[in-house]
């Protein structure tokens, strides 16, 4: 299955500076949690934020030019469509985790939604569109600590 997993402020902000624009200790061991085992796909300016490979995940980093540096075991792969013949062969979920570009490429494919509301507005300047969840209905609501609420929705 392929998943989207991002966390949002009130106005829709997911990044300031190639960095998360908050620190949130619960969000950050629940996404650990919901994405070990299984495959990430990030754009190049995510891999770039996050500097190294994510532990016992398989990282997929999409780069059109191929100018990224990826060390071994890391896939470097070109295009939406590369990611999705070969998410058909896995026997584990693909996690699209950023950033916005790499969201919205992905908003046709993605079957299910993880997303981790963050009570603030933030002056960010990357940003997820207001309405990346039409088409989806809540199927889940989890708690986490400091006032963050993740909703689980599933593509109707």
Do not use: C
């Amino acid at each position: 299955m392929i998943v989207g997993i991002v966390a949002v402020s009130k106005n829709y902000a997911i990044g300031k500076g190639g960095k998360l624009p908050w620190h949130y200790p619960s969000d950050l061991k629940f996404f650990k949690e919901t994405t070990t085992g299984n495959a990430v796909v990030m754009g190049a300016n995510t891999w770039r934020s996050i500097g190294r490979p994510l532990p016992n995940r398989l990282n997929i980093v999409l780069s059109r030019t191929g100018t990224v540096d990826i060390p071994s075991p890391v896939i470097k792969l070109s295009s939406k469509h590369e990611v999705v013949s070969l998410a058909q062969y896995f026997d584990r979920d693909v996690f699209i985790i950023g950033g916005a570009q790499t969201f919205s490429e992905f908003a046709d494919v993605i079957e299910k939604w993880i997303v981790t509301y963050v009570p603030e507005d933030i002056v960010g300047d990357a940003f997820i569109h207001e309405n990346f969840l039409e088409g989806f209905e809540l199927n889940k609501t989890i708690e986490l600590a400091g006032d963050l609420m993740v909703k689980i929705l599933h593509r109707k």
